[in-house]
């Protein structure tokens, strides 16, 4: 299979609840993005960890790095309605060449 | 805050016929992109642009695939004669200086429907 797998590939959750998102690749990485799409729109950047980072936080975002098992997590905490979209991992792999390889993404439903 | 804007939103063509998709990447960004996504299938990178050269292309990215920044504004993807697996969402992306540990900027996106 495909660098860059996510599952779970839906999720429904409550307003409050934390979610988490889990990413898979394969080869070795310079670094793994994770990324956001609202139906029909384009993708947004939301947070970049490097291969050599074990975690990262922005705002109510937190990821996590394990390139020993070479997954990385995605958590929402305390969701908004608001968060509902895809959630895209992309993955940049070790060496000069600069294209991403994505997941499938996440479904995440956010229920007010 | 500046953005990647792509025309048009949705482009509907006949089988066989070319395509011109359009990006205004963000003002001082050096390196652009073009990425696709088939309904329900992943993000596949087609080719990436720096120096008014392709410096990466992907399998997908065949003779039939065209890329070209005509003035100092515009990027645009060309297809010449479009297949009907061509119908995708396709985006364009750039990047200030392409480093490995920069973020991409994607537009909206144009959603290609080839009959």
């Known amino acids: 299979s495909q660098q860059g797998e996510e599952d779970p590939q839906a999720l429904s959750i409550q307003e409050g609840e934390n979610a988490t998102m889990n990413c898979s690749y394969k080869?070795?990485?310079?670094?793994l993005q994770w990324y956001r799409q609202n139906s029909g729109r384009g993708l947004v950047h939301l947070i970049l960890?490097?291969?050599n980072e074990r975690e990262k936080h922005s705002g109510r975002l937190r990821v996590t790095l394990d390139t020993s098992k070479k997954s990385s997590s995605l958590l929402i905490t305390a969701s908004r309605a608001a968060d509902t979209a895809s959630y895209f991992c992309?993955?940049?792999?070790?060496?000069?060449?600069?294209?991403?390889?994505w997941g499938l993404g996440t479904s995440l439903a956010v229920n007010p | 805050e500046p953005e990647v804007t792509q025309t048009p939103s949705h482009q509907v063509t006949q089988m066989g016929q070319e395509v011109i998709l359009r990006c205004v990447p963000i003002?001082?960004?050096?390196?652009f992109y073009w990425y696709r996504q088939i309904l329900g299938q992943k993000v596949e990178f087609l080719v990436s642009?720096?120096?008014?050269?392709?410096?990466?292309k992907s399998e997908i990215f065949d003779d039939q695939f065209s890329v070209e920044r005509p003035d100092g504004s515009n990027f645009t993807l060309k297809i010449r004669s479009t297949k009907l697996e061509d119908s995708a969402m396709y985006f364009c992306?750039?990047?200030?200086?392409?480093?490995?540990?920069?973020?991409?900027?994607f537009g909206s996106g144009t959603q290609l429907s080839v009959l």
């Open positions: 992309a993955a940049r792999s070790a060496g000069n060449n600069r294209k991403l390889i």
């Open positions: 080869t070795s990485i310079n670094n």
């Open positions: 960890i490097r291969s």
């Open positions: 003002s001082n960004h050096l390196y």
């Open positions: 642009f720096y120096n008014n050269e392709i410096s990466e």
């Open positions: 992306a750039s990047s200030e200086r392409g480093g490995l540990n920069e973020k991409l900027f």
